[in-house]
């Protein structure tokens, strides 16, 4: 039988909690604290793990939707024509099953749109474009705080939801 990754990372969290970390009560500072630095990011990536696939149909979902809303304002030149007639293949494309591939496949296209509308973009194309993009970014943003807020980083993580409760929130969403 092989173990899970779920526990195998366990196991190694338990090594270091209980064999490594205490044998190195008499080493420098800076292997204390990069021990206990691994040692937290192991139990993250232990709480991510069961959620990872779920929070990248999320992301993805977030990315076909600036898309969406990328398409309906797109107009430009020749460069622009192109990233958008890109834009909507890649939109078209996307749910090969591999879902990773296909959130990088939208944000890389939509991507290409924001930069070929720098070249040849109309007034009012980037005009909504830059509202699409940031309204985009604040519910990435969120997602994201949320999704990292387990690191302890986040100044303000008290105010956060849980990894659990934002994905909850995003699937009632849909």
């Not at 099953?97 to 991507?111: K, Q, W």
């Not at 290409?112 to 007034?123: E, K, N, R, Y």
């Not at 009012?124 to 604040?138: D, K």
């Amino acid at each position: 039988m092989t173990p899970t990754i779920e526990t195998r990372i366990g196991a190694i969290i338990g090594a270091l909690e209980h064999l490594v970390l205490p044998a190195l009560v008499n080493a420098d500072s800076i292997v204390q604290e990069q021990a206990g630095l691994a040692l937290g990011h192991l139990k993250i990536i232990a709480m991510q793990i069961p959620l990872v696939e779920t929070y990248h149909a999320i992301c993805l979902a977030e990315q076909l939707r600036l898309g969406r809303d990328l398409l309906t304002c797109a107009e430009g030149g020749e460069a622009t024509t192109a990233a958008a007639a890109a834009l909507a293949d890649a939109v078209a494309a996307a749910g090969s099953g591999d879902t990773r591939a296909d959130r990088h496949m939208v944000a890389h296209a939509n991507s290409q749109l924001v930069i070929a509308s720098s070249v040849d973009g109309t007034p009012a194309f980037i005009t909504a474009s830059q509202e699409v993009l940031i309204e985009h970014g604040l519910r990435q943003s969120a997602r994201d705080r949320a999704w990292y807020g387990p690191t302890g980083l986040d100044p303000f993580a008290a105010g956060l939801p849980s990894m659990e409760d934002m994905i909850a929130t995003e699937q009632a969403a849909r």
